[in-house]
């Protein structure tokens, strides 16, 4: 295994291809995100945001390209042009060092909130429950929701259910987190909560890379802002200087829309 040196990038894809049909929806689109990065990943609707986070933890397969996880191979490309994947208990590793929050939350509606958090560190990392409970105590505490350990999530708010999903993820000990749109299906007054606690994570230097439309957020607590449109990444630069400047056409008509 790699040492883990701060600069071997967390994710490194590049050249990723996808898709559907005769839909090119990822036309070779590369990106990076640094141990500690906050990327903003933003863009129109179907410029393959989703897709493209989604091939990161092997929800989506690529047809072309490659992605490392923290130095590790999990697709490459062969000189004959064939994509090949490490084999599958090593890319259930990689993935495993990602945890992924969902625009719909995709909590289990049969468990409890506590057993939502103790489910995966049980059965997939194999965590004893004692240490499994530990666990999801501790991170109820952090997103601020103890006295819900015993709720199902149907009682929940949507902002309330975003942040037991924050805690599910975190309770594989991941060391990059993927959020895609985790705000959008809220009440504006519930978006705040859920933008809180991922500013949290940033301070803790946790790994995010952020499918998001709060150009509030992508400003104030991004390192970097990733800009895609039609399957392309058009533009990447540090947050400050994106807002400044967004540097491409495409993305300043974006920016002009959303601001
Ligand atoms: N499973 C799928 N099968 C077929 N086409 C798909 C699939 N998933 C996505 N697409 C298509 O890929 C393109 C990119 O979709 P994607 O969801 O990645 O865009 P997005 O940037 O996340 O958009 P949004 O902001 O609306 O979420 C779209 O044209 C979409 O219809
Ligand atoms: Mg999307």
């Given at each position: 295994m790699p040492a883990m040196t701060p600069d071997v990038p967390m994710i490194a894809a590049a050249q990723l291809k996808k898709r559907f049909g005769s839909n090119e929806v990822l036309r070779g689109v590369s990106l990076s995100v640094a141990h500690g990065?906050?990327?903003?990943?933003?863009?129109?609707?179907?410029?393959?945001?989703?897709?493209?986070?989604?091939?990161?933890?092997?929800?989506?397969?690529?047809?072309?390209?490659?992605?490392?996880?923290?130095?590790?191979?999990?697709?490459?490309?062969?000189?004959?042009?064939?994509?090949?994947?490490?084999?599958?208990?090593?890319?259930?590793?990689?993935?495993?060092?990602?945890?992924?929050?969902?625009?719909?939350?995709?909590?289990?509606?049969?468990?409890?909130?506590?057993?939502?958090?103790?489910?995966?560190?049980?059965?997939?990392?194999?965590?004893?429950?004692?240490?499994?409970?530990?666990?999801?105590?501790?991170?109820?505490?952090?997103?601020?929701?103890?006295?819900?350990?015993?709720?199902?999530?149907?009682?929940?708010?949507?902002?309330?259910?975003?942040?037991?999903?924050?805690?599910?993820?975190?309770?594989?000990?991941?060391?990059?987190?993927?959020?895609?749109?985790?705000?959008?299906?809220?009440?504006p007054e519930l978006t705040g909560e859920v933008l809180r606690t991922m500013r949290e994570l940033a301070d803790e230097r946790m790994t995010m890379l952020v499918v998001t439309h709060e150009m509030g957020f992508a400003r104030e607590v991004a390192h970097t802002v990733a800009f895609m449109d039609e399957g392309e990444l058009v533009v990447q630069r540090a947050a400050r200087e994106f807002f400044a400047d967004p540097g491409h056409e495409r993305a300043q008509a974006f920016l002009d829309h959303m601001l």
């Open positions: 990065e906050v990327v903003a990943l933003i863009g129109p609707s179907g410029s393959g945001k989703s897709t493209f986070l989604r091939c990161l933890n092997q929800l989506e397969t690529i047809d072309a390209g490659e992605i490392r996880i923290a130095g590790e191979l999990l697709v490459g490309t062969d000189a004959q042009g064939q994509c090949r994947y490490a084999p599958e208990a090593e890319a259930r590793r990689l993935c495993r060092k990602s945890g992924m929050v969902f625009q719909h939350f995709n909590l289990f509606p049969h468990l409890t909130v506590l057993e939502n958090l103790i489910e995966a560190p049980m059965v997939v990392a194999g965590l004893a429950r004692a240490e499994a409970l530990q666990r999801a105590e501790r991170l109820l505490a952090k997103v601020g929701l103890s006295a819900k350990r015993d709720s199902y999530p149907a009682r929940l708010s949507g902002g309330q259910k975003q942040r037991v999903a924050i805690a599910r993820a975190l309770a594989m000990e991941p060391e990059i987190m993927l959020f895609d749109e985790p705000t959008s299906a809220l009440d």
